[in-house]
């Protein structure tokens, strides 16, 4: 359900996103030494960090003009919020500014160029590591992001 995985090239190591128990409506997952994310309480914790950086994403992004019979970034802006409450699919993985999240594995039809194009403004939503320092695990890897900034 939730996918991602990190590599720890100066200790040879390789961490991944692994599933606390098997709920479909509820993706409780832990990713590697970072983050555990294994009950209602930190599952909406990060579901609200989220949902607040993708609507200051969204406001941020300048608007475009429409074009007819081809799918702009408009088409795409209310997509970036509209299945953070629901998403049960979603990808994770490290930036220098903080964890993204790519909520690539909800789309439908025409959506799906939303998701997937490379110069998609609202696609990763990037939590940054301070908003995200409550809710991460106590060590050296916590410490090295939070340095970042």
Same mark, same amino acid.
């Given at each position: 359900m939730v996918r991602g995985a990190a590599l720890d090239i100066a200790s040879g190591k390789i961490f991944t996103i692994n599933s606390c128990h098997e709920?479909?409506?509820r993706p409780f997952f832990t990713f590697g030494p970072l983050l555990t994310v294994c009950d209602d309480g930190k599952l909406e914790a990060f579901r609200t960090l989220w949902r607040e950086q @993708?609507?200051?994403l969204r406001s941020q992004v300048p608007a475009v003009q429409h074009r007819p019979n081809e799918i702009?970034?408009?088409d795409c802006r209310e997509l970036v919020l509209s299945n953070i409450d629901n998403a049960t699919f979603f990808s994770l993985y490290?930036?220098?500014g903080g964890l993204a999240v790519h909520n690539a594995f909800s789309t439908g @039809?025409?959506?799906n160029e939303?998701?997937?194009a490379r110069d998609s403004p609202f696609f990763p939503v990037v939590i940054p590591w301070q908003?995200? @320092?409550p809710?991460?695990?106590p060590g050296p890897l916590r410490n090295e992001l939070l340095a970042l900034q």
């Open positions: 709920e479909r409506r @993708a609507r200051l702009t970034q408009e490290l930036t220098p @039809a025409w959506e939303c998701y997937t908003k995200l @320092a809710l991460m695990t």
